[in-house]
């Protein structure tokens, strides 16, 4: 899950939860916001985590040194 996607979840999530105020019979919309805005911050975490860990480490390039062609 990218950070996009995650973004996304959090928002979906906090509309259903503070905005909408239709039910569905037998489900709690409220309860489904609350799960979507968790699984979207845990998305937005782990994310950010392997961000981070892949900018750690360094490509290193080996040096290219040009010569005059031999006769």
């Known amino acids: ?3 996009g996607t995650s973004l996304f979840l959090l928002a979906v999530g906090a509309i259903l939860k503070f905005a909408v105020t239709d039910s569905i019979a037998g489900v709690e919309l409220a309860t489904v ?3 979507l805005m968790a699984v979207g911050i845990l998305g937005l975490l782990i994310s950010l985590f392997l961000l981070s860990q892949s900018r ?6 080996d040096r290219v040194v040009e010569r005059e062609p031999v006769p």
């Open 1 to 3: 899950m990218g950070i």
């Open 33 to 35: 916001g609350v799960i």
């Open 56 to 61: 750690a480490t360094v490509a290193r390039r």
